[in-house]
Structures are given as C-alpha cells and as structure tokens.
C-alpha cells in the first residue's frame, strides 16, 4: 500500500499492481479495496496494464476532511492519475461511475473512460424513488444512525428487507456502518440520479458504457442514455450478467477497450 497526499491536505491509499499502460478502477458506494470488485478485477488485468486500486475518501485507509464537496473528491481521482503518469484509462463501476464522469470533465488525465452500470435514472418515474432515499439517508446520518442509512441504501439498490434485517445481525455488519458517512458522498455525486448531461456532453474522450443483459431494465436503458450523452460514447451489453457483475466476464471488453 502508498498513499498520496490530496490538495486538500487527505491521505488516500492506494496499491499498483503489474505493469504496462496505467488503468485506474474505481469503487462504487460502500466499496473499498479488499472489500468490493476491483481486486478481482485488477488481478485480471495486471498482466496487461499497470493498475491502480485505490480507497476512497473516506474508506478502508484512505483519510476523510470535512466538509465533503464533490470537487474534492475530483482532486482525489485526478491526483492518482498524476501519480500514474499524468495519463490514464479509468473503469468505473457504479456509483463511481459518476466520480469518473465529473474527473473527466474536469481533467484531461483521462485519456478513455469505462463505466459499468452508472445507476442514473433515464425514466422520469423512477426520480421520485431517488429522492425519497436522499430524505431518508439524510435523516438517519443527521441523527447519526447510521445502520439504519445502511440500510436505506440496500432498501434503494432492491435487496428484500428481511435480508437486510438478517444482514444487520451479523458481526460484519459494523463494517458497513464505519463508511456509511460516504453513502452522502455517492449520492451527491449523483446528483439525485439524472443524466448530468451537459457534464457528460464536455467529455470528448473515448467513453463505454456497459450494461449486464440479466440486470434490471431501468439500468440498461440508463446505461444506453449515459452512452449516447457521451460525445465519443459506445454501448456495450454483458448476456447474463447483472449489477452483481463477474469480473471475468467484463475484463476482456476492457482489455479490447483500453488497448486499442
């Protein structure tokens, strides 16, 4: 593990691992190293590219300043692209995917961009969902319950209540309750979950978005909007997959993605 040093002043911690062009992943909500996709997906791809996994502000053994700001957190992807050359490719999954589109936009680091079902919602229907889980994620982290904006969260993601009540048994559940003040970041850089389109409209770098065939029809279609919002945008569709994705499944569209 290393860490740099954000302008802000935070330490965020990150390993690199083999060797070859740089690629960046980057975690979605409640997701750090060791506990969340990328280290299966950075063991796929070592032998292809130098990759970087990395906590977020606020995770695992990254540092957290407050106040939170989106543009904070900006500075902290773009200073590991620094550490990584000045020039990277990034894969995004999730709600990291909205971190990645706001880096892009506002450096050119970037050189191409890989999101991985970015929960945005293209149904005008399914906003009101999305606020109604920004009131109570707000409420539970401003009494400081933070179990129950825990399980806000899974409520809004769709796991079944009577899973998450067994989930708030177990001794892991600790774990989700340290983090749970970064479920507020994710959802800031959502944005309250429309299509940032004019931000995505100033990103002219190669971009793919990809979608799992088996997940849910409104991410699919969000998947397909944020790829047409993007200048340079594709869409790819993974048969069989959903939001619970295989790494090796994905990891040789990145490979055919990042190196060509």
């Not at 997701?31 to 990328?38: F, H």
């Not at 994620?137 to 409520?155: I, K």
């Not at 409209?201 to 990809?210: E, F, H, K, M, T």
């Amino acid at each position: 593990m290393t860490v740099l040093t954000s302008p802000d002043g935070t330490t965020i911690a990150y390993t690199r691992s083999g060797d070859g062009p740089p690629l960046i992943l980057v975690d979605g909500a409640m997701c750090y190293r060791g506990a969340g996709p990328m280290d299966a997906m950075a063991a796929l791809m070592q032998d292809a590219f130098t990759v970087y996994t990395y906590d977020r502000r606020g995770r695992g053994a990254s540092a957290d300043t407050l106040p939170y700001a989106v543009e904070r957190e900006v500075e902290d992807l773009a200073a590991l692209v620094e550490v990584a050359g000045g020039e990277a490719g990034v894969y995004a999954m999730s709600s990291g995917g909205a971190l990645a589109l706001a880096t892009a936009a506002a450096t050119p680091g970037i050189a191409r961009l890989a999101l991985y079902e970015p929960p945005y919602t293209a149904e005008a229907g399914l906003q009101d969902r999305a606020d109604q889980y920004t009131t109570e994620l707000t409420d539970a982290l401003g009494e400081n319950r933070r179990g129950d904006a825990v399980a806000a969260f899974m409520s809004y993601v769709g796991v079944p209540a009577p899973v998450v009540a067994g989930l708030r048994a177990q001794p892991g559940w600790e774990r989700f309750e340290a983090i749970a003040p970064t479920l507020a970041y994710d959802n800031a850089l959502m944005g309250g979950s429309r299509i940032p389109r004019a931000l995505t409209a100033s990103i002219g770098v190669p971009g793919l978005v990809v979608t799992g065939g088996a997940s849910p029809e409104f991410l699919q279609n969000a998947g397909s909007a944020v790829a047409d919002a993007l200048p340079a945008g594709a869409h790819a569709t993974l048969a069989g997959q959903t939001h619970d994705l295989d790494a090796s499944a994905l990891a040789p569209v990145l490979r055919e993605f990042f190196l060509h």
